[in-house]
């Protein structure tokens, strides 16, 4: 048996204590740790890069035709107000169209406008504002000229006729005025020699009246009754013609009304449709100078090359509205969108703010983009994805002055995990495909 000096054999008792209870340290410890590690639930997320838009319904400014971009006139960031003219598109084809549209409806318009005047029997022809505000143009100006002279050139015809036919009226019964006079004085001429001969007659047959002037009064009573029975001829005569001449100008009057109904029922018939093409047309046209439906901010403008073409309905910027609430839009790439849905929780991190005095605000997903976006900037493609500040992180945010643009971190929370898995995830993932392998 070794030989121990006093009191080394109290000290190694006391050693192997210390020992003992660093181990039991150590152990209590680390179980400790694997047990919090274990059960204590920890968020899991998607980090991904988000910048400042707004809460309000972003103005979607899309092509209206297929055509080529002939001007910008706005940059990104530039404060628009309602109206102003941002990209203007190639409209060539538009305007030609338009053109042709707008002459076949003023057209058909001066024509209605003519063919009215002359049912009403106006003086003159009253042409509609479309014409008139154009007046300067010099088709407009010609057409106006055109009708004008149109209108007073028929008119004056189908008042000549007329007033050929109520001169020859006036005329006859002019004629049959006087031929009316004539037969009054000879049916009293006749109606006095008819009583003459009636009480003469008993006499002239008694021998009391000479038979000789009995015989010439006869004679008188017979030529007169033949003169008034010519005049009263001629009296029908005239009648008739004078009954003709109204029934010629009825029919006048009635043919030139029938033709002139049938001719402005054409037209207003096919100035329906031109009316229809040239509205079509016009909108057409005007919407190659794209403007801004609002006062606000233009963001994300998707084309910058002039003579590029732009498909009909692709989007070309959106416009941010003036004095709207702010949202924020992160970009997750593709093989994470997964894992992201609406109504989820994302953790807000408004990085441009002092990290000390900036408290980590709460959001929700409001949108989630239905397909990858590319851009100029971007080399990856990626989903957009909006998140709405919660009543609670607008209220932390409220004494930050915040602007559209502003990044920030977004931590898109996917569901809970221990500590354990957390740490176990990348060599339980290997070791399932080395298995797989």
Request: no cysteine; glycine share 4%.
């Amino acid at each position: 048996m070794d030989y121990l000096p006093p009191g080394t054999q109290k000290l190694n008792t006391n050693t192997k204590k210390m020992m003992h209870i660093a181990i039991a340290v150590v152990v209590i410890f680390f179980g400790g740790f694997l047990l919090w590690a274990a059960l204590a639930p920890l968020s899991s997320g998607i980090v991904v890069p988000g910048t400042v838009v707004t809460s309000a319904r972003l103005n979607i400014i899309q092509s209206p035709q297929t055509a080529k971009i002939k001007s910008i006139l706005v940059k990104e960031g530039e404060v628009v107000k309602k109206n102003q003219p941002l990209i203007i598109l190639d409209d060539s084809e538009a305007k030609a169209a338009y053109a042709k549209a707008k002459s076949e409806y003023l057209y058909l318009l001066s024509m209605e406008s003519r063919l009215q005047a002359q049912l009403q029997n106006s003086p003159d022809i009253t042409f509609p504002k479309e014409l008139l505000e154009n007046a300067q143009d010099p088709y407009v100006s010609n057409l106006i000229q055109t009708q004008r002279q149109l209108f007073f050139s028929t008119m004056q015809n189908f008042q000549s006729q007329k007033n050929a036919i109520l001169q020859n009226t006036a005329g006859l019964q002019s004629e049959l005025y006087g031929l009316k006079l004539n037969a009054d004085s000879f049916k009293s001429q006749v109606s006095i020699l008819a009583q003459q001969i009636s009480s003469l007659k008993p006499l002239a047959k008694e021998g009391y009246y000479p038979k000789n002037q009995f015989l010439d009064k006869e004679r008188q009573y017979e030529e007169l009754k033949g003169n008034l029975d010519n005049l009263l001829g001629q009296i029908g005569r005239i009648q008739t013609q004078i009954a003709e001449n109204n029934a010629k100008l009825q029919n006048l009057q009635s043919q030139f009304l029938a033709d002139t109904q049938g001719k402005l029922a054409e037209v207003d018939s096919q100035l329906s449709s031109a009316k229809y093409q040239y509205l079509y047309y016009k909108k057409i046209y005007e919407s190659m100078t794209i403007k801004s439906p609002i006062n606000g901010t233009v963001l994300y403008l998707t084309v910058h090359t002039i003579g590029a073409v732009a498909a009909q309905g692709q989007e070309l910027l959106e416009i941010l509205p003036i004095d709207s609430k702010f949202i924020i839009e992160a970009q997750v790439e593709p093989q994470d969108i997964d894992k992201v849905h609406l109504n989820q929780d994302a953790d807000l991190n408004f990085i441009a703010f002092n990290v000390h005095t900036t408290p980590i605000v709460h959001g929700k997903v409001i949108y989630v983009s239905a397909d990858t976006i590319t851009t100029q900037n971007a080399k990856m493609p990626f989903y957009i994805v909006r998140i709405e500040l919660t009543k609670d992180a607008i209220k932390k945010l409220a004494h930050k002055k915040i602007v559209a643009g502003m990044p920030v971190q977004v931590t898109i929370k996917t569901g809970k995990q221990s500590m354990l898995e957390y740490l176990l995830k990348p060599l339980t993932e290997n070791f399932s495909k080395a298995f797989k392998e």
